[in-house]
């Protein structure tokens, strides 16, 4: 075999690795959808779709919308779905605000007890979230916070982490000369921060942004520990109770899944660039 | 500027902290009744049966993810960073997707998954090395499960890391070694390893950070509990019990202590053996 065969041999063994784990990674999805379109009896029949005499051999006939009705009218999946949204969108504004504010504080404005705020800081992005479970279940409970959206949105919009990220971002694309340009022309502190050091800090604005809101829409333990009544439960509480009481009813918990994990697949689609920057950002840095 | 951050940040983060400690060291009958108990929380957890068998639980899981999964995620990066691919943006993306799901909700995926008789899993395997459709994954074979569903869910995301880190690789250096009779496998130990030694580390580090917290995934699996035999019992879900289900929240506190205490260790370890390995280098 000469050395042209053989790497057309390897580049071919190449493709074929990436299309076999390529396909083996849609699998699950793929599944996902034929469930939620699926009878009970289908569910074990075939391992995607019910095979019949429909187009490409597919008893098309035998996919139907049970699954969706069902979670519609008997689950709070509509109210899921709203708490989610609002609990997202709301924790991910307030974090990237406050993060980005302290972030900047700390690295470039001088101020007593700047070294020993940036320390805490450095500290806390290692406390594994768990310790904090039982004492913040009962500072909400002292505080009168359980049961409410504040109880969930106040602690998360706080984290150390986007300090810390933001406190690199502002270091290495913050120029002080232009912060003393902006003071020399008679600039307000914050004003420089939203109108000098904010759109330079853009990328990671926009990458902390969504890493927060896909955190807080998947979170599960938080609003298990802090919410009570079944009205307020977000998605994952919602979906995750399906399995309790709908033991059996495949199609609708595949649809519940489908219709939670949907709207953050398609907004992230659109984002990929901003998130995958930002998700690597902590680790090419730091 | 800093100041709204830090009154969040001393409510929610460092007054919890505080009270974690004088938690630990109480017996509690929900949030609001409590006695001083000094050392004896951690006392009972040294010969606690069930947070025994969580930390084997969670100890085998962590080992399983991080030695099958890394070098998964390395070689699949290693594959794409090679410029004779074809697609490549596809493959990443395909690869990386399932990060995106969540693990309240892969754990709804998989539980249906793994079913006997029902599942994708079983019924794959059947058809393909003709595996038994009972094969009971979730009622035996928990922690394979286990590592399989976030096999699934995670290769990406570390894969991702890998490549970043892929291009801090001098493709001078590479040129260099291939000319000098170097081949692949010396290739990526002498001139891969040692650039994307840092950001390697700090993957190994996040992944068993991450896979020591393993929560979501058996509780959801496992229909809000440890499963039969508790063999699907974790850490953070023992704590979880024994803090919401029975209300000893001083209980909860010290086994999240032990936790915090094993994991900050290993960050101490990993930041002291990579920066020992800069100074070498």
Same mark, same amino acid.
């Given at each position: 075999m000469n050395q042209r065969t053989s790497q057309l041999v390897s580049r071919l063994l190449m493709h074929g690795i990436l299309i076999v784990m390529a396909i083996a990674f849609l699998l699950p999805f793929a599944w996902l959808v034929a469930t939620s379109f699926k009878t009970n009896e289908d569910v074990g029949g075939s391992v995607l779709l019910p095979m019949g005499d429909g187009l490409f051999g597919v008893a098309w006939d035998r996919l139907n919308l049970d699954g969706y009705r069902k979670l519609f009218n008997e689950s709070p999946i509509v109210s899921g779905l709203l708490a989610s949204t609002f609990l997202a969108s709301v924790t991910a504004v307030s974090a990237t605000l406050l993060s980005s504010m302290a972030g900047y504080a700390l690295a470039k404005l001088n101020f007593k007890g700047r070294s020993l705020a940036t320390n805490l800081v450095l500290g806390a992005v *290692?406390? @594994?979230g768990p310790l904090l479970l039982a004492p913040g279940f009962v500072i909400l409970h002292q505080m009168g916070l359980l049961d409410s959206y504040w109880g969930l949105v106040l602690p998360a919009a706080a984290p150390a982490f986007g300090v810390f990220l933001f406190r690199q971002a502002a270091m290495s694309s913050v120029p002080d000369t232009l912060i003393e340009a902006a003071r020399i022309d008679g600039c307000g502190e914050f004003r420089i921060f939203l109108t000098v050091a904010l759109p330079l800090l853009r990328p990671m604005v926009g990458a902390f942004m969504l890493i927060t809101f896909l955190g807080v829409w998947t979170n599960y333990i938080g609003p298990q520990v802090v919410l009570q009544s079944p009205g307020k439960f977000p998605l994952a509480v919602v979906v995750a109770q399906l399995r309790g009481t709908y033991y059996q009813e495949y199609a609708m918990m595949m649809a519940g899944t489908l219709v939670s994990v949907l709207p953050v697949l398609v907004l992230f689609l659109l984002l990929q660039r901003e998130f995958i920057s930002g998700l690597t950002s902590g680790a090419v840095k730091g | 500027m800093l100041a709204p951050w830090l009154l969040l940040f001393a409510v929610f983060t460092m007054w919890p902290l505080a009270m974690a400690g004088k938690l630990a060291g109480s017996q509690t009958f929900g949030p609001g009744a409590s006695t001083g108990v000094g050392f004896a929380n951690f006392r009972d957890l040294a010969e606690d049966p069930l947070f025994l068998l969580a930390c084997k639980n969670t100890v085998l899981y962590t080992l399983g993810s991080v030695f099958i999964q890394l070098p998964l995620a390395l070689g699949l990066a290693l594959l794409l960073n090679r @410029?004779? *691919?074809?697609?490549r943006a596809w493959f990443r993306l395909i690869i990386f997707? @399932?990060?995106?799901?969540?693990a309240a909700f892969s754990s709804m995926m998989f539980a249906v998954i793994l079913e006997k008789r029902t599942g994708l899993m079983n019924l794959l395997l059947n058809r393909l090395v003709g595996l038994d459709v009972n094969f009971p994954w979730l009622e035996r074979h928990i922690l394979p499960a286990l590592i399989i569903a976030s096999l699934w869910q995670w290769t990406g995301f570390n894969m991702v890391y890998f490549l970043a880190a892929l291009q801090n690789v001098r493709q001078d250096l590479l040129e260099a070694a291939r000319l000098d009779g170097a081949g692949p496998i010396r290739r990526f130990w002498l001139v891969i390893m040692p650039a994307i030694r840092p950001v390697a580390g700090f993957v190994v580090l996040l992944s068993i950070i991450g896979s020591m917290q393993l929560f979501e995934l058996p509780y959801i699996m496992l229909s809000s509990s440890g499963g039969p035999e508790n063999r699907g019992l974790t850490i953070v879900m023992y704590l979880f019990q024994m803090g919401f289900e029975s209300g000893n929240l001083g209980y909860a506190s010290a086994i999240g202590w032990v936790l915090a205490v094993v994991l900050i260790g290993l960050a101490v370890v990993q930041r002291k053996v990579s920066g020992d390995s800069e100074a070498g280098a």
């Open positions: *290692i406390i @594994p | @410029p004779d *691919i074809r697609a997707s @399932p990060a995106l799901v969540g």
